[in-house]
């Protein structure tokens, strides 16, 4: 049976815990930099690392539950998938199931780009959509590994994989929620490692894995995966002007009809996959709900659009409203500022600290290496995107995660090799040690985890789910809000068969439609809940 949540182990055994994990840090941090560690299995090693340790950490700590509206929407995609469909047919009753980030016509599927539901939909077929998160983790921390490998000597590459895999690859909320966040970062550490690769010496598989980062990026996060993969462009284009001409042959076999190739295969995959949910084989499902209900665009230098079509106040409340708070917010240089500024705070929180910080200060050291140049260059160029982005969080720049990782590394390198300070021997040590500690922190203290737990909302649906699937009969949930209800909050979301569904959540939609709802759903038992009234309970529907 899979856990829901499970409080945070025995303070005693934690304690073990950190002093075995500090002095296995020590040990890794004098010998990562010395031994040369080139081995094929090492980025296997982390990414088996990485499976087994976020799936221990669900198991003892804290089960995934869907909270958020991304997640709900993605556990909709892998429930689609799952079933061997791209998309779902309307249900006649769509209006009662309208919820948001969802579309309901002309199918039912979620707005987002299939990726991230794929990788659940395998966690689906294995037992649990949250083997999927697992699995992602293990991907991203693989191909992140596999990315500095090819940007780092050996020991270099291990010390950054490690980093990233203490870092975000346990406990952070890419491994512990649906949200997700690793398949992205596979997608960008894969371009960046058949970049290098590439550059270095090109070969077949080389540009056939670069090409599949590519088409991974624009399934995951195709604005920020663009970001990526034009400067990318640029350092190819510039490669191939400056190979000899007797090597156009070699160009075009190893290098252009490879990464070619699979681009079309991608663009093929993109377009039959549109069309079955859009109808149209160029429109984006994310393009088509931003029509249909969002009257904020998705960057600062859109138009705004008209009011939202929904037949829900609360969908409306929330694309019309709330999101328009944050739009209004960024149209003055001070609201501008002070959101990108709470952003960069969020974005250094998450993927740095104050540890992996102090590496960074070193890198002005370096002189002469390009590369370091091209990685900087990208982030900024991705900051300076992300600041025109209407609302932000940190697994929107995950396609740029092996370029972090790769400038701390660096610059621990740049303190450990320095001949002028001797305490530069001991930063790896430090760095480890801290990552350590701040993994610990993170399952002591579950509001270190993003976003955080509470409000227990979504616990309470879930145990009201587990319960009427347990009766082993059919259930229908109709769902009445009241005037103050919060838009975040959202309890209407439901499985990709709706009808075969054990249990189905509904919203009130009048007299006259909720007839014709219970007449659809005459063969189960029928329950009103108000989610905003004192006491949550289930009540028989009259």
Request: glycine letters at 6%; aromatic letters at 10%; a positive charge.
């Amino acid at each position: 049976m899979w856990a829901q949540f499970h409080p945070a182990a025995d303070p005693i055994l934690l304690v073990i815990a950190v002093v075995v994990a500090t002095l296995l840090a020590l040990t890794l941090g004098r010998t990562a930099t010395r031994v040369r560690v080139d081995q094929p299995w090492l980025c296997l090693a982390i990414a088996l690392t990485a499976l087994f340790g976020s799936a221990a950490v669900s198991l003892l700590w804290r089960f995934p539950q869907p909270r958020v509206h991304d997640e709900f929407s993605y556990l909709l995609a892998a429930d689609t998938f799952a079933h061997g469909r791209l998309t779902n047919q309307p249900h006649p009753r769509w209006i009662h199931f309208e919820s948001i980030h969802i579309l309901q016509q002309p199918s039912y599927a979620s707005r987002y780009p299939p990726a991230q539901g794929m990788s659940l939909a395998l966690g689906q077929l294995l037992g649990h959509p949250a083997v999927g998160l697992w699995l992602g983790a293990a991907l991203g921390c693989g191909a992140v590994c596999w990315m500095l490998r090819a940007w780092l000597a050996p020991p270099w590459a291990l010390f950054g994989s490690v980093l990233a895999l203490l870092r975000l690859g346990l406990t952070g909320y890419w491994s512990q929620s649906f949200f997700g966040g690793w398949i992205a970062a596979a997608a960008g550490a894969l371009l960046l490692g058949g970049l290098r690769r590439t550059v270095d010496k090109p070969r077949l598989s080389t540009s056939i894995v670069l090409a599949m980062g590519l088409v991974l990026l624009a399934n995951s996060r195709p604005l920020e995966g663009l970001v990526l993969a034009l400067p990318c462009a640029v350092v190819l284009l510039v490669l191939l002007f400056r190979r000899h001409p007797q090597q156009s042959l070699e160009s075009l076999r190893l290098i252009v009809v490879p990464i070619c190739f699979v681009l079309l295969l991608g663009a093929i995959w993109m377009a039959v996959y549109n069309h079955s949910v859009t109808g149209d084989a160029r429109q984006l499902p994310h393009d088509l709900y931003a029509q249909t209900y969002m009257t904020v665009p998705y960057l600062l230098t859109g138009e705004l659009r008209a009011p939202s079509r929904s037949t829900h106040n609360v969908m409306q409340k929330f694309h019309t409203r709330t999101e328009r708070q944050w739009f209004d917010q960024l149209q003055t240089l001070t609201g501008w500022s002070s959101a990108n500024g709470r952003n960069l705070v969020v974005y250094w929180k998450f993927y740095l600290g104050l540890t992996l910080s102090l590496p960074l200060l070193l890198l002005p050291a370096v002189r002469g290496d390009r590369w370091l140049l091209f990685a900087l260059g990208v982030l900024l160029l991705y900051f300076a995107v992300a600041s025109l982005i209407i609302a932000s969080m940190p697994h929107y720049a995950a396609p740029l995660t092996g370029l972090v990782f790769y400038l701390v590394a660096r610059g621990t390198q740049v303190a450990y090799e320095s001949q002028r300070w001797r305490l530069g021997k001991i930063i790896p040590s430090v760095l480890l040690v801290g990552s350590l500690g701040s993994l610990v922190y993170s399952l002591v203290d579950p509001q270190d985890l993003w976003p955080p737990p509470d409000p227990s909302w979504h616990l309470q649906r879930a145990d009201i789910l587990r319960r009427l699937e347990e009766t082993g009969e059919k259930h229908l949930i109709v769902v009445r809000y009241g005037p103050r209800h919060s838009v975040h909050e959202e309890w209407v979301y439901n499985e990709a068969n709706i009808d075969d569904a054990p249990v189905v959540w509904a919203r009130e939609k009048g007299e006259s439609n909720n007839k014709r709802l219970l007449r659809s759903f005459r063969d189960r038992h029928v329950w009103l809940l108000e989610p905003d009234l004192p006491d949550l309970a289930l009540q028989p529907h009259r």
